[in-house]
């Protein structure tokens, strides 16, 4: 091999390993594609005649489409099965499905997100039926209630950070929009003691709009 051949063929392996280097080090650099998370969690819901906060647990994961874009499926837990309501009653299971969009650096990254789903509450009220007594008004009535399942959207904000390439933590913000439809009740006329006889009446579809607030922890692989 002459002197000229053997500068070229050292030029090219020297062009070889820099284009290595750099191509391991935006690699390394790279966002991790999957992400889980576990999460606490608070939502605020508007009863109609009133707002009770509601704790929570609940799971999250998420794809990272790019840096900036990612899909996300969430899962909420609320386990208070005291609350009484027509239509969010009892406990509540939430499921979001929907996207994260926003600007990622080193150590944070803020992100807007829409997420549809559905919410769920164990007590929604279908009978309302007079007992007979007549001493007690609390126990005049016997309320028959049944799981009742209402559309979700949760938009708002993110903010999250990243203590390490694998490890990061998430604070997020929102307003969980419900929509409720018509719903019928059965209640019944007549005088104490009966006979009574069904009355079908309707509570007209409605939206309502309920803070949400989150805060967890993830890993990232």
């Known amino acids: 091999m002459n002197k000229q051949n053997t500068i070229l063929a050292t030029a090219a392996i020297l062009l070889l390993f820099t284009c290595a280097h750099r191509a391991a080090r935006a690699q390394s650099g790279e ?9 606490f969690s608070t939502l605020s819901i508007d009863q109609g005649f009133g707002t009770r906060t509601e704790p929570g647990v609940g799971g999250r994961f998420t794809y990272n489409l790019t840096d900036n874009l990612a899909l996300e499926a969430e ?4 386990p208070d099965n005291d609350s009484f309501s027509f239509r969010t009653g009892g406990r509540a299971v939430e499921g979001l499905f929907g996207v994260k969009i926003g600007k990622r650096y080193k150590r944070f990254g803020f992100f807007g997100k829409a997420r549809p789903g559905f919410i769920s509450f164990s007590r929604g ?4 039926i007079p007992t007979g007594v007549t001493t007690d008004p609390f126990g005049a009535f016997d309320f028959r209630t049944r799981h009742l399942t209402h559309f979700a959207l949760d938009v708002g904000g ?9 490890i990061f ?5 929102g307003d969980t929009i419900m929509r409720f439809g018509q719903t019928t009740i059965t ?11 069904p009355v079908l009446f309707s509570l007209p579809g409605d939206t309502t709009h ?3 607030f989150s805060a ?6």
């Open 210 to 212: 309920n803070f949400q």
């Open 158 to 166: 993110v903010v999250e950070f990243y203590p390490s390439r694998r």
């Open 125 to 128: 009220v279908t009978e309302v």
């Open 75 to 78: 899962g909420n837990f609320f």
């Open 169 to 173: 933590t998430r604070i997020d913000i």
């Open 31 to 39: 966002t991790q594609k999957f992400e889980v998370a576990a999460q």
């Open 216 to 221: 967890g922890v993830g890993f990232r692989f």
């Open 187 to 197: 209640t019944f006329s007549g005088l104490i003691g009966g006979p009574f006889t």
